[in-house]
């Protein structure tokens, strides 16, 4: 955006003061001024000559100052402090595509006929052949180790 | 060859995507460096700086927001990590100037341009810290009033009224070395 306090009038000041603080060459100015600068520079040349002259001669020492170069071992290192590519899918998740489409159906059904027969074989006869639920128990609370022992060898015979 | 903006380029590094991280690295990491190098007058302190300003960048990346233009907001880091630096020296050597390298008498018209660059690299080296900083953005690295005003959090006015102060103590300095 063009400063309007610079575009309309641009003292010769100005452009002294320009000239001493961006050198010799109008491009380095503001953008809004350096047009407007350079063609009051271009009609009177005699008004910046010394000023002109004074900063050529610095701008040119500036000149002089090589770019820094960056060692390889200094791009190295930032290159190894730099994020690291996300990973990839675990190799598990991609051989389930191998896997039939019915296994986790046939793990279930597996998990719920353990349980079955796990429960039958881990009841004692005595609860199985309880005829009331207080008799199970009874019993059950006995095999614990909360209740009489004696109703447990009671029920069980 | 299709033009990619900073952005893209961010928005793959933080990715992790390698071939941004080099983009990124190569077209920032000489600015930064020079900055640090021209304020600290120290290859080594100037690489740490670099580092850290680029460990920051890549921590920053995954939020980034482009509020700032990428190279702006590097610049800043690397500026303000200078500054901490040069702030620690002055309170651990407390009224002790910058130390200026002395030049090799020989008359300018046998000095050798090496010698020359020695010069003006030392005096800038010893100017105020934010005359140097907006020269060396400035006039060395070509960064326009804008953007420098920016990375030095400073008005434009004020970058200006910088400039011409460390372009006149240079021009006094090289004078009295008889190098300028």
Request: aromatic share 6%; proline share 7%; hydrophobic share 45%.
């Amino acid at each position: 955006m063009k400063d309007p306090r610079m575009t309309s009038t641009l003292s010769d000041e100005r452009i002294l003061d320009l000239i001493e603080a961006y050198g010799a060459d109008p491009a380095a100015f503001p953008e809004a001024v350096s047009d407007a600068a350079a063609r009051r520079m271009a009609e009177a040349p005699g008004l910046f000559a010394k000023a002109l002259d004074d900063a050529r001669r610095l701008d040119q020492f500036l000149d002089l100052v090589p770019e820094t170069e960056v060692s390889a071992s200094l791009r190295d290192s930032l290159l190894a402090s730099a994020p690291k590519p996300k990973r990839a899918a675990r190799p598990e998740i991609r051989l389930r595509r191998f896997l039939p489409g019915w296994l986790p159906a046939g793990a279930v059904a597996s998990l719920v006929m353990g349980i079955m027969i796990g429960v039958n074989v881990s009841l004692p006869s005595s609860v199985a052949s309880a005829q009331t639920t207080d008799d199970a128990d009874a019993v059950m609370y006995a095999a614990l180790g909360f209740g009489d022992l004696d109703l447990m060898s009671e029920a069980a015979e | 060859m299709a033009f990619v903006s900073d952005l893209d380029q961010i928005t793959r590094a933080a990715a992790g995507d390698p071939s941004a991280i080099s983009w990124l690295v190569d077209r920032y990491s000489p600015g930064v460096l020079g900055l640090a190098t021209r304020m600290l007058g120290d290859r080594m302190e100037a690489e740490d700086v670099t580092q850290e300003t680029f460990l920051r960048a890549w921590k920053a990346l995954p939020t980034w927001e482009p509020r700032a233009k990428f190279s702006t907001w590097l610049h800043r880091v690397a500026l303000n990590l200078c500054y901490d630096i040069l702030r620690k020296k002055r309170e651990s050597l407390p009224g002790e100037l910058p130390e200026m390298t002395d030049p090799d008498p020989t008359p300018p018209e046998r000095m050798m341009q090496t010698e020359r660059v020695k010069a003006i690299e030392a005096a800038i080296a010893a100017l105020p810290e934010r005359q140097a900083a907006a020269l060396t953005l400035c006039a060395l690295q070509g960064h326009s009033q804008v953007e420098a005003a920016e990375i030095m959090e400073t008005s434009e006015e004020a970058l200006e009224s910088l400039l011409a102060r460390a372009r006149r103590s240079l021009r006094v300095t090289l004078a009295e070395r008889s190098v300028a």
